[in-house]
């Protein structure tokens, strides 16, 4: 019977081949499109689950609350987690990992001036590799990081210096100085790994780089991520109770009183404090418009489906007068719907094959072969086929094998089960989506083009950012005056933190309430207001001695300064010297902050500091100079001052349009769904205008003989699918209008949600249904009236 079923579907489709292709590549190109944003969110909850113990690895944070504010940290000191080990007996083991925040230089010996920057660069204990699951190609895991100056290395790492795998013994230098000897390959992390490393380096080499190192060390510096391996059934609840009881860490910990707890390795990715979390934001609205893309199509293959039931009715009453049964007819039409899934499912994954790259780049995402391949995502792939298929064959086997004999043959099938009223549902289901995306994503593009042009009280154009580390201490004071009198530089200035990259902060009482305020830090020089084109406030007084601090307003504000606030003291030490307006430094989706500039006559000791930001000198161009050649220039310099780190920039702008790349990924994502939407929505339209004209052919006759004109018609036939559409507005306007309104809350300067986005969006829809159901009409409304009357 299934044979017979499988020879009837592939007949039919090669008897309707324009309707079979527009089905097949309706439904590929929905499941090709929606299979690439569920493999993003798919991957994106799959994070650390391939790590063999991944639901009993946990890292370790600490909540400190200071004044009204909550904090929290997630570094250490050394000697943290062999206290914790020791004194909470359901914990098995531990790693402290000390990932490196800045680019570091890496070559191989007596190749110095080939050193390159490497961004995944970490410390860790020895037990690294086996609390984690990252199987080791070559070397000894256990030992790997056992000795000082010994490191582990990725493949991609190996390969990348040595051409090879075959590297255990060999050696690189770290910071292009200390020799660090390969012990062991590792295989490479997977895309869906929260830790990614290239050079996993002994923990015991971190003291022995340098003094400063050594001091973090001893004196309890906190610089190490903790991650606790639990005994299998544990109790987090308990472990918890037991960290905060612990006398030595309370004693460490000094006026802080921290609230240590723990956070699962599984959510660390998606919900974690100390991750870029923009992820978790998009992956609801990308599951969500990916199966609304996917019901489009499977709506769409169904519209188009019972269309031709006017050519499929006489069959199934002929069917059903020789003794076929519903559900032999059910079957076969079930056979049919799964046949053409069946193929738009391949012709989808070969589309996604081809695709992904592309689309993956221009969304900024990383997934590799490995994940695709696992069983985690080829079982998500069975799912989405056998979904597709149920969905898509239920309503057209349901409906085609509910046809009356008699009424069909009679041609009186209008009324049957499942007739137009079913047909208009799914069409306006398509509208409402359509006009839903295209709202979404014009609102997502007005906020981004908000975002971009916001006043930011800083001056980002022209503004070349050039990375300093301790290797250009000794030289920074020649370099950066060499850099001034450079042709076409009109300014520089040195910070120790990046614009839109990150700050540093502490904690000032307020002078009224007492209560401690957060305020952001930087070190700055005298050439910072001018260099980025701050605004003054109230400037400072000539003449001003050492130990220079400036506000913002904000600041001021925020810490209750009343009066004449010029000399006022701040803390101990430390007087106010000049107000500054409020500047955007981190992003404009969460406002300005309060900010200190500490301003130094000689900043160079902020290079010698150990930690995540040493110093950026910001170079400004002229409008008119040649920025290449001033940046090809001014790396010469770097090389002649600092011979062990490579050269380095970022333009200033190009790190303020990278605090919004969420938002840019999603309007890229808005605009791919808004454009496949409307074109099946369309397909959807036609197939809807099809079966109206098929079904309605004599009375389009009888009125064309009764005197009625072609545009007379056409506009009868329009007159439904406009009201469709009109409906279709009327349930999506409100609901995009509240996400949308709702995602804006979010930004701390945003656009109101403007009319003129309903506006354009319903004229397209219009526009688009004018025209995919004015062609149908306007065919069948210059058919003969007698071809017409005479069709059977």
Request: proline share 4%.
């Amino acid at each position: 019977m299934l044979k017979n079923y499988l020879k009837i579907a592939i007949r039919s489709l090669f008897r309707h081949k324009t309707y079979s292709l527009i089905n097949i590549l309706g439904l590929a190109a929905g499941i090709c499109v929606s299979t690439l944003i569920l493999m993003f969110v798919v991957h994106e909850h799959s994070y650390d689950r391939f790590h063999s113990r991944h639901g009993d690895i946990q890292r370790v944070l600490a909540k400190v609350k200071m004044g009204d504010n909550e904090f929290q940290m997630n570094s250490f000191a050394a000697s943290f987690a062999p206290t914790l080990l020791e004194g909470v007996p359901q914990v098995a083991d531990y790693v402290r990992i000390l990932p490196s925040y800045r680019n570091v230089a890496m070559a191989r010996p007596g190749r110095k001036e080939e050193a390159i920057l490497e961004k995944n660069v970490m410390f860790a204990d020895p037990s690294f590799f086996s609390v984690f699951s990252f199987p080791l190609e070559k070397g000894n895991a256990a030992r790997a990081l056992t000795r000082p100056f010994t490191m582990v290395v990725s493949e991609r790492a190996a390969v990348k210096y040595f051409g090879s795998t075959d590297v255990v013994g060999k050696a690189l230098l770290y910071e292009a100085k200390h020799l660090v000897q390969i012990t062991g390959v590792a295989q490479n992390p997977p895309s869906n790994s929260s830790l990614d490393f290239d050079f996993v380096i002994s923990n015991e080499t971190y003291p022995r780089l340098s003094e400063a190192n050594r001091k973090n060390w001893d004196n309890g510096g906190g610089i190490f991520n903790v991650y606790v391996l639990l005994n299998a059934g544990a109790s987090k609840t308990l472990i918890e109770q037991g960290i905060n009881r612990l006398q030595p860490l309370k004693e460490a910990a000094g006026e802080l009183k921290p609230q240590y707890a723990l956070e699962s390795l599984d959510d660390i990715h998606l919900g974690g404090a100390f991750n870029d979390a923009g992820n978790s934001k998009l992956i609801p609205i990308f599951a969500v418009a990916a199966m609304a893309v996917l019901m489009l199509a499977l709506f769409n293959y169904m519209s188009l489906t019972t269309a031709r039931a006017t050519q499929r009715a006489r069959e199934v009453g002929v069917r059903k007068v020789v003794g076929a049964t519903r559900a032999g007819l059910g079957g076969q039409f079930y056979m049919e719907s799964v046949l053409v899934c069946a193929l738009a499912f391949g012709l989808g994954l070969l589309m996604v094959f081809y695709l992904s790259q592309p689309f993956y780049a221009l969304l900024g995402l990383k997934i590799d072969t490995s994940f695709v391949i696992s069983p985690y995502f080829l079982s998500f792939l069975g799912g989405l086929l056998a979904l597709t298929a149920l969905v898509a064959g239920s309503y057209p086997a349901f409906v085609l094998s509910g046809f009356a004999p008699l009424g069909v043959i009679k041609g009186r099938f209008t009324g049957s089960i499942g007739g137009v009223g079913v047909r208009r549902v799914f069409t306006v289901f398509q509208f409402a989506v359509s006009m839903a995306l295209i709202v979404g994503s014009l609102i997502v593009r007005e906020q981004l083009s908000f975002m971009q042009r916001k006043e930011l009280g800083l001056n980002k154009e022209q503004v070349l950012s050039i990375p300093l580390g301790p290797s250009m201490a000794g030289n920074y004071i020649p370099f950066r005056n060499a850099v001034r009198q450079q042709t076409g530089v009109s300014s520089a200035t040195f910070a120790n933190a990046g614009l839109f990259k990150g700050y540093n902060m502490f904690f000032i009482p307020n002078k009224i309430t007492k209560k401690d305020i957060a305020v952001s830090q930087m070190v700055v020089d005298e050439q910072f207001v001018k260099t980025l084109g701050l605004k003054w406030k109230t400037p400072p007084v000539p003449g001003a001695g050492r130990n220079r601090a400036l506000l913002n307003e904000l600041a001021v504000s925020q810490l209750g300064i009343k009066g004449d606030p010029l000399g006022q003291q701040i803390r101990e030490g430390i007087n106010l010297d000049g107000i500054v307006k409020n500047f955007d430094f981190t992003d404009v989706q969460h406002g300005a902050k309060a900010m200190m500039l500490s301003v130094a006559s000689d900043t160079t000791n902020m290079l010698r500091m150990p930690g995540a930001s040493r110093g950026v000198l910001y170079v400004r161009m002229d409008a008119q100079t040649d920025i290449a050649g001033n940046v090809k220039a001014i790396g010469l310099l770097f090389k002649k001052y600092d011979l062990e780190t490579p050269f380095e920039y970022y333009f200033l702008d190009d790190a303020f349009n990278e605090t919004f790349k969420n938002e840019t990924r999603l309007s890229a994502m808005f605009s791919v769904f808004t454009v496949l939407a409307i074109f099946i929505a369309c397909m959807g339209l036609f197939g809807l205008i099809t079966f109206t004209t098929e079904t309605r052919t004599k009375e389009i006759g009888i009125r064309k003989v009764l005197g009625a004109s072609a545009a007379g018609i056409v506009g009868m036939l329009s007159k439904e699918f406009i009201g469709l559409v009109v409906v279709s507005a009327v349930i999506a306007m409100p609901l995009a209008s509240y996400f949308m309104s709702h995602w804006l809350e979010d930004f701390a300067y945003r656009i109101s949600l403007p009319l003129w986005v309903h506006f354009l969006t319903v004229f397209m829809m219009l526009f688009l249904t004018l025209l995919t159901v004015g062609f149908k009409a306007i065919h069948a409304a210059m058919i003969n009236p007698a071809a017409s009357l005479k069709s059977d």
